[in-house]
């Protein structure tokens, strides 16, 4: 069993940046892929970026050059750092995790942009 505890979101103005991160917890284990969607209010949620095990990456057309998602294995912890925020950022930010054929949700953080 994986509990994921995220943390980082908040307000911020366009051009800001904010960085999310998302503790894995529980027992000894050894997570794959782990990553990032959003919803913005009346969307679908979509998928933000990814990273693998092994430090492998990709982005959503809309965040490349922006943002950046990273891990570190010896915390069981990824990040999402986000820079040059826009108004269309404004989602509730959910990080996952996948381990054993599973995939673990965090409960979301509120990003908001605006001035």
């Known amino acids: 069993q994986v509990q994921l505890v995220e943390s980082g979101g908040g307000l ?4 800001g940046s904010l960085r999310l991160s998302c503790a894995a917890s529980g027992s000894s284990f050894s997570i794959n892929n782990m990553g990032w969607y959003r919803q913005a209010p009346g969307k679908q949620r979509d998928l ?3 990273i ?10 809309s965040v490349k050059g922006r943002f950046t998602i990273s891990r570190d294995n010896a915390k069981n912890t990824v990040y999402l750092q986000m ?7 404004t ?7 996948d381990y054993q054929s599973r995939r ?5 953080t509120q990003v908001t942009v605006s001035s």
């Open 104 to 108: 673990y949700w965090g409960q979301g």
């Open 52 to 61: 693998t095990s092994g430090g492998s990456t990709n982005y959503a057309d």
């Open 12 to 15: 911020v103005q366009p051009g």
């Open 83 to 89: 820079n040059g925020l826009r108004p269309e950022d």
């Open 91 to 97: 989602a509730v930010y959910y990080c996952y995790a």
């Open 48 to 50: 933000v970026a990814r």
